[in-house]
């Protein structure tokens, strides 16, 4: 999972993307551990992983980096619905967790997240290297790397940070 989470991140700074968008990618699979934080009362609740992700982040990052983290299972559902080659070029792995998600978007769905979704352009991006980051062995700078980008992030947006 950590290596998939690398590979996106490299993914958005190969894009040009800034670093609200590239610690968006990230950390968009952040909310499958949970447990490892140890204010972890969210457990007592069935949540799915990009809430309880962005649930935890939302303090900490700005809301464009959230809004990926928070939106990446959504815009799975929506690429699904509106772009065929898009839902062809899934895995066997992802068509199974799909039909979990809910499935492709219904038009009226899509058209509410196209209207409501903040830094959608963003979130989609992030969903394509979510995708494209599954390359056994493919080599990424390690987490290291992302620290001063993540310290930035948090200074200028939590005010106790400062």
């Not at 997240?113 to 969903?127: H, I, K, N």
Request: aromatic share 8%; hydrophobic share 40%; proline share 6%.
């Amino acid at each position: 999972m950590a290596e998939h989470m690398l590979q996106g991140a490299a993914l958005a700074v190969e894009a040009g993307l800034d670093d609200e968008v590239v610690i968006g990618a990230l950390l968009h699979d952040i909310g499958h551990y949970v447990e490892e934080f140890p204010d972890a009362d969210m457990l007592k609740e069935d949540r799915r992983h990009q809430e309880t992700g962005a649930t935890v982040l939302e303090r900490w990052f700005p809301t464009r980096t959230v809004a990926c983290v928070r939106q990446h299972v959504a815009a799975k559902r929506y690429l699904c619905a509106v772009e065929r080659e898009y839902f062809e070029g899934l895995s066997d792995a992802s068509v199974h967790t799909l039909g979990l998600q809910g499935g492709p978007m219904e038009p009226a769905e899509c058209e509410a997240f196209e209207q409501t979704v903040p830094f959608l352009e963003d979130v989609l991006a992030v969903r394509r290297f979510d995708d494209a980051g599954k390359v056994a062995g493919r080599l990424v700078p390690p987490f290291e790397h992302y620290l001063p980008m993540l310290r930035a992030l948090v200074r200028d947006h939590s005010p106790n940070a400062r």
